[in-house]
């Protein structure tokens, strides 16, 4: 039996760049809504309750990182956040607005709708969440149901795919993870993504943990968690 169709709703100014993203998505079978602008978008929400938001960083009345935090309170949408510029992906991904991916333009269009499926995919209830564990790796303490990562007892706040990564990484000690199979595990892409988006994500983890992440580089090939340095004397 067919489901409901599921509606994506595409915040972009530039009209072209808004008309091919929705020609695509249509034709992978969403339904699509468009808004020029951020205010709209906001009200947009509330009256067709999309099941995923395409939302450019760079508007002309609300910047895209204002709109997704107005969003996150009171609303759990996924969305996929558009920037012109690799320099804004620290922006989006450092701030804690909660965006669920990223891509650069210009994009390819069957990425687009690649990752759209997988967010989709990932947002189902029972595939949302691992089942509620606690890890702990010398000072670093993380807790899958609650999705809370404490440092010497200390939160730590992590954006959604900051948080997935470091479970992934955590959960598999021992064994080195490519950055293929991070995007496949942790962003759910079944083809060659842009890998970018895991060096990314790796260098904010370790900036907000600091001295506590565990995350060790393996030069051409990906990336594995180190030994916890206070393994001896921990309790």
């Given at each position: 039996m067919?489901g409901?169709t599921?509606t994506?709703?595409?915040?972009?100014?530039e009209?072209?760049?808004?008309?091919?993203v929705?020609?695509?998505l249509?034709?992978a079978g969403?339904s699509v809504?468009?808004?020029?602008?951020?205010?709209e978008?906001?009200?947009?929400v509330?009256a067709?309750?999309?099941?995923?938001i395409?939302?450019?960083?760079?508007?002309?009345d609300i910047?895209?990182?204002?709109?997704?935090?107005?969003?996150?309170?009171n609303?759990?949408?996924?969305?996929?956040?558009l920037?012109?510029?690799d320099?804004?992906?620290d922006?989006?991904?450092?701030?804690?607005v909660?965006?669920?991916?990223?891509?650069?333009?210009?994009?390819n269009?069957?990425?687009l709708v690649?990752r759209?499926k997988?967010i989709?995919?990932?947002?189902?209830?029972?595939?949302r969440?691992?089942?509620?564990?606690?890890?702990?790796?010398?000072?670093?303490?993380i807790?899958?149901?609650r999705?809370?990562?404490h440092?010497?007892?200390?939160?730590?706040?992590?954006?959604?795919k900051?948080?997935d990564l470091?479970?992934?990484?955590?959960?598999?000690?021992g064994?080195?993870?490519t950055?293929?199979?991070l995007?496949?595990?942790?962003?759910?892409?079944t083809f060659a993504?842009d890998?970018?988006?895991?060096?990314?994500?790796v260098?904010?983890?370790?900036?907000?943990?600091?001295?506590?992440?565990?995350?060790?580089?393996?030069?051409?090939?990906g990336y594995?968690?180190?030994?916890?340095?206070d393994?001896?004397v921990?309790?």
């Amino acid at each position: 039996m067919a489901g409901k169709t599921q509606t994506i709703l595409v915040v972009e100014d530039e009209a072209s760049i808004a008309s091919f993203v929705s020609l695509y998505l249509k034709n992978a079978g969403y339904s699509v809504r468009t808004s020029s602008t951020g205010g709209e978008a906001l009200k947009q929400v509330i009256a067709d309750q999309p099941a995923l938001i395409v939302l450019d960083l760079n508007l002309p009345d609300i910047d895209g990182i204002e709109v997704c935090r107005r969003l996150r309170k009171n609303a759990d949408v996924p969305i996929m956040m558009l920037t012109a510029r690799d320099e804004d992906v620290d922006k989006i991904i450092g701030l804690e607005v909660g965006a669920d991916d990223y891509l650069t333009k210009p994009f390819n269009p069957r990425e687009l709708v690649a990752r759209v499926k997988s967010i989709l995919r990932r947002a189902v209830p029972e595939r949302r969440e691992p089942q509620e564990r606690q890890l702990k790796h010398g000072q670093l303490e993380i807790d899958a149901g609650r999705r809370e990562v404490h440092v010497d007892g200390k939160d730590v706040q992590l954006a959604p795919k900051e948080f997935d990564l470091l479970w992934e990484l955590l959960d598999h000690r021992g064994l080195v993870l490519t950055r293929d199979q991070l995007l496949e595990r942790v962003w759910g892409y079944t083809f060659a993504g842009d890998t970018r988006t895991v060096d990314v994500d790796v260098r904010q983890l370790r900036r907000k943990l600091g001295d506590a992440s565990p995350i060790v580089t393996v030069w051409g090939v990906g990336y594995k968690v180190a030994p916890a340095r206070d393994a001896a004397v921990s309790a």
